[in-house]
């Protein structure tokens, strides 16, 4: 899988180019959802994620949503586990917040597929909750389910405590365990750029293989 390698080096560029231009004063939107570039630097792999959540009308009735992640492991007996996903699909939101949509995922372990999804989305100046449920539509479909959750309250002037835990989970026939992780991230918010410490748990496979990496992340945000 040495195109990741390509893949991700493109992605660094485009998070340096999204710290370059990010404002120095930044004020989040009430629900507005950002665009959110963030590296994580561990002791076992580099890992690029980017999260959009980007309405398509003034009504904010139609979202397009995609998560980009790609990772690179330092060992070459880990060198299996380099992954890449690309998910991305248009959602209808027939309540505020909450909608369904259509779209496909790339992965680097099983291919391309079309999707179904539901979602949930807040957002406020302290607090940021998306949820949505997957079912991936092709000959041994799999379901997945992924959250992310973040709380940053005030500490003084420009300055918030960030903390953040992202989950996801698939099984192919809601019987056997495909993939799943939990991101945890806890730092500072500070003029809109987030940084700190994060762990990643990750398993893999029926057998739940486990890959732990700890290190330190920077993310920055980028409002619609």
Known sequence: MRHLK???LFQLLVFSTALIAQE???VRPPMSPPIQPELHFGNHKLVFQNIMIKPLDKAHKWDFFTITYFDIHFQDEDEAFN?????TYVAYNFLKGVGIGIGGTYN?????SPNLVGQF???GPSHLVVFFVAAHLTSTPSYEAFTQIQYRPRISGNVRLFTQLMA??????????????QQFRVGLDVKGYQFGFGVDLDQYGPERQAKTNVGLFIRT???N
């Open 6 to 8: 390509f893949i991700l």
């Open 168 to 181: 996801l989970t698939n099984w192919d026939q809601l019987e056997i365990h495909s993939r799943n992780f």
């Open 108 to 112: 680097s372990f099983k291919g391309v």
């Open 121 to 123: 989305v807040n957002a």
């Open 83 to 87: 992954e890449g996903l690309i998910q």
């Open 24 to 26: 120095k004063e930044l």
């Open 221 to 223: 945000e980028i409002f």
